[in-house]
């Protein structure tokens, strides 16, 4: 019984034995939550000393303008003003004619004056290489009915008269800028003075002209050439040499053969 007894009161001391240390231990930590070795906190903190202390010291309170490398001073950009020579005198006329080509004509007589359809071409044109007499009263004042162009018939179409939309100067230069490229001819420009005249003695035709009423071939706008075309001679020659024109306009010629 003794025997008994002692075994009994062995168990319980036991179970109370474990109960208790049981609730002094720590709970086994949960993962992502063991807790963090002394050693790597105070690291940590170490150099969060540190590191604070020598940005503090050496940023100078974090101020911009304490903060920049004294001398120093923002690189120039490149100069944007495009290089090479200036441009002539001519360059810039033809240049305007370009533009007025561009906005207006273009449309109908294409960018590379071809034409299109019922559209004559400006490119190998009696009425652009030869006197600019017509060529200034087609322009103002438009033309209809039939008309040959380079052996080639249109007259379906009409085209209006430009002197409504058009100042002196504005058909003065686009005169220029297509017998320049499509005509090939930039020895000599039409002058604003040149179109005010014509614009004169046949700006008050309501109706267009037509093929019969328009002076002869030979007949050239009269009025001198400015002074800047005579002055610098040579640039004139370096103007054709750089006038890519030509090469398009030889480009175009055997199509427009074509179709005779
Ligand atoms: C609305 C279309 C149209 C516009 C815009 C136009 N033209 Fe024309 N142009 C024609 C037509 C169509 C003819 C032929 C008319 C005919 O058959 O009688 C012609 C004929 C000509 C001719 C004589 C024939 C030839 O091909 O050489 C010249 C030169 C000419 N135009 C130059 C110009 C210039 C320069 C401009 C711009 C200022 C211009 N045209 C704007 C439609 C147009």
Redesign the pocket.
Known sequence: MSKNNENRDYEHKQSVLEHSSARRERKDPETGFEPLSLWFFSICVLVLLVGGGYLGAKSAGFDFGRMQVSGYKAGTPPDFTPAGPELSEYDKYYKGGEA??KA??N???QANGS?QG?????VE????EQGTER?AQ??ING?????T?NGAS???????A?KGA?SDQR?AQ??TY?RAKFGGISDAVVTKEMVADARNRHGSRVAQY??GELAGEDAMLPGEQPAWMSADDESAESDESGDGGEPAVDDKAPESKETK
């Open positions: 007025v080509y207006v004509c449309g109908c007589h034409g019922q559209i004559p071409p400006l044109s009696e009425w652009v060529m087609i322009i033309i209809r009915g039939p008309i162009v249109f007259g379906a179409q009409e085209m209006p430009q058009l058909i686009v005169m297509v037509t093929v």
